[in-house]
Structures are given as C-alpha cells and as structure tokens.
C-alpha cells in the first residue's frame, strides 16, 4: 500500500519561504507523474506544480518565478520550495503520485499571514 506523506507546512509571514517534502512509501513506485495541489476553504482544488520521470515541469500561473518543484527519485521524494509567499497561498497542499494508480497524500496547512 502506497503512502504519500507530506511535512514542512506552517504558518509564515508574507514575502517568507517554507519547503513542502512528499515522501512516499510501502510499495512499487516508478511514478510517471508527481505534482502538489492545494485547495482553500470555498475553492476546489487546484494544480500547483507538476513534474515528470523525465524532469519536465510545469506550473500555474499564480506561483511561476516563486515556486520551484523538485525530486529525488531514488528516494521517492518530492519537495516544493515556496519563496515570496503571499496570503493568497493560504491553502492545504496536497501531494500527488501517479503510475497505474493515484495516490494522494493527506495534506499539510500552510498559512501565509502577518
């Protein structure tokens, strides 16, 4: 059974940084697709960033040039390194895995407030 975890959320000021990792484990991986998501209270859910076994990435528009995603793959890790945050980015960040199967994680808060 596959499990994705997410750690390194919390509350930080605007204009502040914070790195989301996303470790997955008890299973076979191989995943073609990794991305973060986040949703806030009223919203759906939304992609934030998104990267592939090849390395190709991809954005919204909202955080490209303040968000970088990152992974590790011998490790099964995936990082999200958020720089200029705004209150906007006030949401829960969601990790997601995909190969034959969907796996998401259970979410961590990041507040972005003064």
């Known amino acids: 059974q596959v499990q994705l975890v997410e750690s390194g959320g919390g509350l930080v000021q605007p204009g502040g940084s914070l790195r989301l990792s996303c470790a997955a484990s008890g299973g076979f991986f191989s995943f073609y697709f990794m991305g973060w998501y986040r949703q806030a209270p009223g919203f759906q859910r939304e992609l934030v960033a998104a990267i592939t076994s090849t390395g190709t990435t991809t954005y919204a528009g909202s955080v490209k040039g303040r968000f970088t995603i990152s992974r590790d793959s011998a490790k099964n890790n995936m990082y999200l390194q958020m720089n200029s945050l705004k209150p906007e980015d006030t949401a829960v960040y969601y990790c997601?895995?995909?190969?034959?199967?969907?796996?998401w994680g259970q979410g961590t808060q990041v507040t972005v407030s003064s």
């Open positions: 997601n895995a995909r190969n034959s199967e969907n796996y």
